[in-house]
């Protein structure tokens, strides 16, 4: 087991304690798993995601403006999700994504889907 430094642990109950930690990593061999991301003040959290082929990512916006998911490289889109909507994207295929905000350029975020 790694052990944190004490200020790694101060970061992360802080984070903790803003509800700003997803679970980020889904290492369970038991089938695909629904993944739940949020859009929140112009930015996606988290702005890494690492799952496993079969997973679907499931991002809820929270701002007022309408945002996307979408792969830089096209492969693939949320479409757009309005204020208090959701859409659900499902990774077949293993790799890493670069994904942004079709809306807002400088919303970005890297999905690693593993095999
Ligand atoms: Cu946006």
Request: contains cysteine.
């Amino acid at each position: 087991m790694r052990v944190l430094s004490d200020a790694t642990r101060r970061r992360f109950g802080f984070l903790m304690g803003a509800g700003l930690v997803a679970p980020l990593v889904v290492r369970a061999h038991d089938g695909p798993h629904l993944i739940e991301a949020g859009i929140d003040g112009f930015a996606f959290v988290p702005d890494r995601l690492v799952l496993r082929a079969g997973d679907t990512v499931r991002w809820t916006n929270h701002d007022i403006a309408p945002h996307t998911a979408t792969d830089k490289a096209g492969g693939w889109d949320s479409g757009r999700i309005g204020k208090g909507e959701n859409a659900d994207v499902t990774f077949a295929t293993p790799g890493t994504y670069e994904m942004v905000c079709r809306y807002h350029p400088k919303m970005t975020a890297e999905i690693v889907v593993e095999g």
